[in-house]
């Protein structure tokens, strides 16, 4: 999936609306974040890691799991 031009830079994107967040590197489902990014609910994260969206209560996509390594 090619990541957004707001988020190129970024692995991890939130949805404010449901404290999920996205792992752009491995989601199969681009069609969500297009709906994201029509809704201008999303958010990113610093560090951009999935320890810090988790750590501000978000959690990932139920279909992804987390990356090894």
Partial sequence: MDR???FEHHRYV????TQVVYDLDTLEEPELIDELMAAETFLCFGPDTLAEARN???RLYSKQRPAEG
């Avoid at 939130?14 to 609306?17: P, V």
Wanted: glycine share 20%; charged share 50%; proline share 10%.
């Fill in 4 to 6: 957004p031009t707001k």
């Fill in 14 to 17: 939130g949805d404010k609306r």
């Fill in 56 to 58: 501000r209560g978000y």
